[in-house]
């Protein structure tokens, strides 16, 4: 059982790390565009890979943390309440 939640605990503080990365490098992008950018104005083809991978492993590590709460059977938050626990 501790395994289960330790699994779980594992993925939320993932998916939350990888949203933050997420946001970061949007926010780094605004700032120096010019770095991201090849001479004819098009986005360079390691920031379009980190601009669409960060948010689509940032889901899939929520999917994995969904999965894992439904195994360590740790219930739901009711809609509209306290979710701190």
């Known amino acids: 059982m501790r395994v289960t939640i330790a699994n779980w605990l594992l993925f939320r503080c993932l998916r939350w790390l990888l949203w933050i990365a997420t946001f970061g490098y949007f926010a780094e992008f605004l700032i120096h565009k010019r ?19 960060l948010p689509t492993a940032a889901l899939f590590a929520g999917f994995l943390e969904l999965m894992a709460r439904e195994k360590a059977d740790v219930s739901r938050p009711a809609l509209l309440r306290n979710w701190l626990g």
């Open 35 to 53: 770095d991201h950018l090849n001479s004819f104005g098009h986005i360079l083809p390691t920031s379009e890979f980190w601009m669409f991978g």
